[in-house]
């Protein structure tokens, strides 16, 4: 088989004008959305939330059934711990996320790390809101023994009478140590269940298999379970994987009539799948188109021409109910300013440095001569603005409420020894005192890092223990009471170590004429861009990708996307111009390492 990016840039269909491509089974799909249902005021370019999933949805669903194709709605969990809204442990978010009407939904892990917030999934109306649709096929209740949710479930195409068994795996996540599931929960793992007898069993129920599956996307797991399918079901059983959890845009053919796509995270994407199965009697077409969580996108992925006539009366609701959640929940109150001129990016040193240096230290009026802080990487999970930084800002820069731990008395050389193991300064944030090898140290970390660190510790012959620190503060308000009584908002802006900057508004000011600059070179240029497809590839076929991809497989796909990078920059210089549609190769939105695992 060959893998083609074959990408339509005219109706390849006849419903509307829409530039998907439909297959006789197709699914739109998000995962990891961590309770960014609302968009991302910070990122004009992600100016969706779930009610324009909603009403996005309702059209495709709208031009697919036209053509006679069936259609689902899929989300793969990780539902919470991102935004405000996932405050308290999701009570307030999953009433939003029942307004979608998903087919299959799946636990990610991080419904399981409190038993709080499996409680609320489960108790109070989640669960028993999207019934069978709710799988979870290697999770259970440890007070029963019962999967969690459901095992599998049959879903029936509206059109074709045709009918696709669906399953929904977690990744094997431990029940000890760092990132482990909360005690309300066993998670059995992936090759236990797939050699259980209901599980193969479940496979000859229908004549395809869609299996939502909350680990990466080419995880070896992954393939455990294609192995199992096919040793039961043989080579020509068509399975379409839905993945996750690594926070990517990616896709990979498994086999000739397997393949998994990842569709992103933190609601930046959503995915498209349409797949021809010929009549099954050769290999199936997948193909795949990630959309930009943008309005317009959306707008013209589908064929239309404005937002009103994206809109519709329940995905209006939505976004009202949205609005209203936040406004109970305070969310966009105002805590503070931000005195740095420039982001504060999760993934460089500063943010951390001020996290462990100020923030800590402050926090938890620490002994500076003593003290020592160690945090994990992956405990950030957003960026943090120039600007006014409201409530909602905090958690999304550090969600997960994380109680402190203090160990006393470390000697000096032991933190010396643990620094220098391989590996430790990629998964691990310290303060910037210079240890000393004769001295005793206080060392803070959180409730996630402590098993870990203690275990380092241990080996290198400490006998201490760690204790809940006498805080009444978490990871998350720490950040909240420091913002309020540190960054004022009439402070003046802090150059990049902290000090006043006399010379950050001419910086700008230079940095604004040099892009105001550039973006009307890049307008110029994209003139050319924006014709040049239909000038010089009457196919419609992306000759580049063609080329790129190689092989032999029948996988197309490409991206919808409202302007990024370079083409970001000409939108500004011509707002009326409609979206360009980049044709892209799944490029990474995210790295695996970003996610708390």
């Given at each position: 088989?060959?893998?083609?990016?074959?990408?339509?840039?005219?109706?390849?269909?006849?419903?509307?004008?829409?530039?998907?491509?439909?297959g006789?089974?197709?699914?739109?799909?998000?995962?990891?959305?961590?309770?960014?249902?609302?968009?991302?005021?910070?990122?004009?370019?992600?100016?969706?939330?779930?009610?324009?999933?909603?009403?996005?949805?309702?059209?495709?669903?709208?031009?697919?059934?036209?053509?006679?194709?069936?259609?689902?709605l899929?989300?793969?969990?990780?539902?919470?711990?991102?935004?405000?809204?996932?405050?308290?442990?999701?009570?307030?978010?999953?009433?939003?996320?029942?307004?979608?009407?998903?087919?299959?939904?799946?636990?990610?892990?991080?419904?399981l790390?409190?038993?709080?917030?499996?409680?609320?999934?489960?108790?109070?109306?989640?669960?028993?809101?999207?019934?069978?649709?709710?799988?979870?096929?290697?999770?259970?209740?440890?007070?029963?023994?019962?999967?969690?949710?459901?095992?599998?479930t049959?879903?029936?195409?509206?059109?074709?009478?045709?009918?696709?068994?669906?399953?929904?795996?977690l990744?094997?996540?431990?029940?000890?140590?760092?990132?482990?599931?909360?005690?309300?929960?066993?998670?059995?793992?992936?090759?236990?269940?797939?050699?259980?007898?209901?599980?193969?069993?479940?496979?000859?129920?229908?004549?395809?298999?869609?299996?939502?599956?909350?680990?990466?996307?080419?995880?070896?797991?992954?393939?455990?379970?294609?192995?199992?399918?096919?040793?039961?079901?043989?080579?020509?059983?068509?399975?379409?994987?839905?993945?996750?959890?690594?926070?990517?845009?990616?896709?990979k053919?498994?086999?000739?009539?397997?393949?998994?796509?990842?569709?992103?995270?933190?609601?930046?994407?959503?995915?498209?799948?349409?797949?021809?199965?010929?009549?099954?009697?050769?290999?199936?077409?997948?193909?795949?188109?990630?959309?930009?969580?943008?309005?317009?996108?959306?707008?013209?992925?589908?064929?239309?021409t404005?937002?009103?006539?994206?809109?519709t009366?329940?995905?209006?609701?939505?976004?009202?109910?949205?609005?209203?959640?936040?406004n109970?929940?305070?969310?966009?109150?105002?805590?503070?300013?931000?005195?740095?001129?420039?982001k504060?990016?999760?993934?460089?040193?500063?943010?951390?440095?001020?996290?462990?240096?100020?923030?800590?230290?402050?926090?938890l009026?620490?002994?500076?001569?003593?003290?020592?802080?160690?945090?994990?990487?992956?405990?950030?999970?957003?960026?943090?603005?120039?600007?006014?930084?409201?409530?909602?800002?905090?958690?999304?820069?550090?969600?997960?409420?994380?109680?402190?731990?203090?160990?006393?008395?470390?000697?000096?050389?032991?933190?010396?020894?643990?620094?220098?193991?391989?590996?430790?300064?990629?998964?691990?944030?310290?303060?910037?005192?210079?240890?000393?090898?004769?001295?005793?140290?206080?060392?803070?970390?959180?409730?996630?890092?402590?098993?870990?660190?203690?275990?380092?510790?241990?080996?290198?012959?400490?006998?201490?223990?760690?204790?809940?620190?006498?805080?009444?503060?978490?990871?998350?308000?720490?950040?909240?009471?420091?913002?309020?009584?540190?960054?004022?908002?009439?402070?003046?802006?802090?150059?990049?170590?902290?000090?006043?900057?006399?010379?950050?508004?001419?910086?700008?000011?230079?940095?604004?004429?040099?892009?105001?600059?550039?973006?009307?070179?890049?307008?110029?240029?994209?003139?050319?861009?924006?014709?040049?497809?239909?000038?010089?590839?009457?196919?419609?076929?992306?000759?580049?990708?063609?080329?790129?991809?190689?092989?032999?497989?029948?996988?197309?796909?490409?991206?919808?996307?409202?302007?990024?990078?370079?083409?970001?920059?000409?939108?500004?210089?011509?707002?009326?111009?409609?979206?360009r549609?980049?044709?892209?190769?799944?490029?990474?939105?995210?790295?695996?390492?970003?996610?708390?695992?």
């Amino acid at each position: 088989m060959a893998i083609c990016f074959l990408v339509a840039l005219t109706p390849a269909v006849s419903a509307a004008s829409s530039i998907l491509t439909f297959g006789d089974l197709n699914i739109v799909v998000v995962t990891d959305v961590h309770s960014w249902v609302s968009g991302h005021r910070h990122n004009p370019n992600l100016n969706a939330d779930y009610g324009d999933l909603y009403s996005f949805y309702e059209h495709v669903k709208s031009q697919a059934l036209a053509l006679g194709k069936d259609i689902f709605l899929v989300n793969n969990g990780d539902i919470v711990d991102g935004t405000g809204l996932s405050d308290p442990y999701g009570a307030m978010l999953t009433p939003l996320i029942e307004n979608l009407p998903f087919d299959l939904i799946n636990t990610g892990n991080h419904e399981l790390y409190n038993d709080e917030s499996i409680g609320n999934i489960v108790n109070n109306g989640f669960k028993a809101h999207f019934g069978n649709a709710y799988v979870t096929t290697n999770v259970a209740d440890s007070r029963t023994g019962q999967t969690l949710g459901a095992n599998y479930t049959v879903l029936n195409g509206t059109s074709s009478g045709r009918s696709y068994v669906a399953f929904g795996f977690l990744y094997n996540m431990p029940a000890t140590g760092s990132g482990k599931h909360c005690d309300d929960v066993i998670v059995r793992t992936v090759e236990h269940t797939v050699n259980t007898t209901w599980f193969q069993q479940a496979l000859g129920l229908a004549p395809m298999a869609i299996v939502n599956a909350h680990m990466g996307y080419d995880n070896q797991l992954v393939h455990v379970i294609l192995g199992k399918i096919r040793q039961v079901m043989g080579p020509t059983y068509p399975v379409v994987f839905l993945t996750g959890h690594t926070h990517i845009r990616q896709y990979k053919q498994l086999d000739s009539y397997a393949v998994s796509f990842e569709a992103g995270h933190y609601f930046d994407t959503i995915g498209f799948v349409g797949i021809d199965l010929n009549s099954f009697s050769q290999p199936p077409v997948f193909r795949k188109v990630d959309v930009n969580a943008n309005v317009q996108a959306m707008v013209h992925a589908v064929g239309l021409t404005n937002q009103a006539n994206l809109n519709t009366t329940t995905g209006d609701y939505i976004k009202t109910e949205i609005v209203r959640v936040r406004n109970a929940m305070n969310l966009d109150q105002t805590l503070g300013c931000n005195p740095y001129p420039e982001k504060l990016s999760r993934h460089h040193s500063q943010l951390f440095d001020i996290m462990l240096n100020q923030v800590w230290p402050y926090g938890l009026k620490v002994d500076v001569d003593t003290y020592y802080g160690v945090f994990s990487r992956g405990g950030l999970r957003y960026d943090l603005y120039p600007g006014d930084v409201n409530l909602d800002d905090i958690v999304t820069l550090t969600p997960f409420h994380n109680e402190f731990f203090v160990a006393n008395n470390v000697p000096g050389m032991m933190l010396i020894n643990i620094k220098s193991q391989h590996g430790f300064h990629w998964h691990y944030a310290t303060s910037d005192q210079a240890l000393n090898g004769n001295l005793h140290y206080t060392l803070f970390m959180d409730g996630y890092d402590r098993a870990e660190l203690m275990s380092r510790l241990t080996s290198q012959g400490y006998s201490g223990s760690a204790s809940r620190y006498d805080t009444t503060l978490d990871t998350t308000t720490i950040w909240s009471e420091f913002v309020k009584a540190q960054w004022s908002c009439d402070q003046p802006s802090s150059s990049q170590d902290g000090r006043s900057s006399s010379a950050g508004s001419e910086t700008a000011l230079i940095a604004g004429l040099a892009i105001g600059f550039a973006a009307v070179v890049v307008g110029l240029l994209l003139v050319g861009y924006k014709f040049a497809p239909c000038m010089n590839n009457n196919s419609g076929q992306n000759t580049e990708l063609a080329g790129m991809a190689g092989g032999s497989s029948m996988v197309e796909g490409g991206s919808v996307a409202e302007p990024s990078s370079i083409i970001e920059q000409a939108s500004v210089v011509d707002p009326e111009n409609h979206p360009r549609f980049v044709i892209g190769s799944n490029a990474e939105l995210g790295s695996a390492e970003e996610e708390e695992i």
